[in-house]
T-cell receptor
Framework: DTGVSQDPRHKITKRGQNVTFRCDPI?????LYWYRQTLGQGPEFLTY????????KSRLLSDRFSAERPKGSFSTLEIQRTEQGDSAMYLC?????????????FGPGTRLLVL | AQSVTQLGSHVSVSEGALVLLRCNYS??????LFWYVQYPNQGLQLLLK??????LVKGINGFEAEFKKSETSFHLTKPSAHMSDAAEYFC???????????FGTGTRLTIIP
């Protein structure tokens, strides 16, 4: 069990550019979550997958954001036409849906800075 | 709808003193409650969780929390603070069938030597 990994750990981009982040969950975890954390705030839910199906999307996830989990393993989060307000830490978590309310294990996050 | 309120964005305690971090929740259905800790530039680590079993929950690193339905509270305590406890602490709520977590705004714990 190597834990949840995220890549890259840091990303600096210019406004208007597209960025893509990757999350590798704990192996055999069938649920995967994305959260966004801005400075001084708690994480906010963005979306989650059960296997390859995207089951819920937050209103925070504007049409510039898209998430995929094509084979039910790793996931990508893409932000198109980035804005300065997108600067945040993007956290990924995974859990196993075998028991009630399984623990979500978080990755180290990807810190995005939009200039 | 669910929400969490963490009272006190910053808490300072002396090394060896009691740690008390406050969390009140709002939920229209029986809640599941969590405390996570975040060290600088890292992800979140689960300290403990309440999932409708025992109301007093023991977690890692000597932390514990008590679920009080009448007070809608889930405060986090540790009898004796250690320097390594300095971090940001987040309370979160969810409910069965919709496991997305709703977090509070966090409490930054500082330990005074």
């Amino acid at each position: 069990d190597t834990g949840v990994s995220q890549d890259p750990r840091h990303k600096i981009t210019k406004r208007g550019q597209n960025v893509t982040f990757r999350c590798d969950p704990i192996s055999e975890h069938n649920r995967l979550y994305w959260y966004r954390q801005t400075l001084g705030q708690g994480p906010e839910f963005l979306t989650y997958f059960q296997n390859e199906a995207q089951l819920e999307k937050s209103r925070l996830l504007s049409d510039r954001f898209s998430a995929e989990r094509p084979k039910g393993s790793f996931s990508t989060l893409e932000i198109q036409r980035t804005e300065q307000g997108d600067s945040a830490m993007y956290l990924c978590a995974s859990s196993s849906r075998h028991h009630r309310q399984e623990t979500q294990y978080f990755g180290p996050g990807t810190r995005l800075l939009v200039l | 709808a669910q929400s969490v309120t963490q009272l006190g964005s910053h808490v300072s305690v002396s090394e060896g003193a009691l740690v008390l971090l406050r969390c009140n929740y709002s939920s229209s259905v029986p809640p599941y409650l969590f405390w996570y800790v975040q060290y600088p530039n890292q992800g979140l680590q689960l300290l403990l969780k309440y999932t409708s079993a025992a109301t007093l929950v023991k977690g890692i690193n000597g932390f514990e929390a008590e679920f009080k339905k009448s007070e809608t509270s889930f405060h986090l305590t540790k009898p004796s603070a250690h320097m390594s406890d300095a971090a940001e602490y987040f309370c979160a709520v969810s409910h069965f069938g919709n496991e997305k977590l709703t977090f509070g705004t966090g409490t930054r714990l500082t330990i005074i030597p």
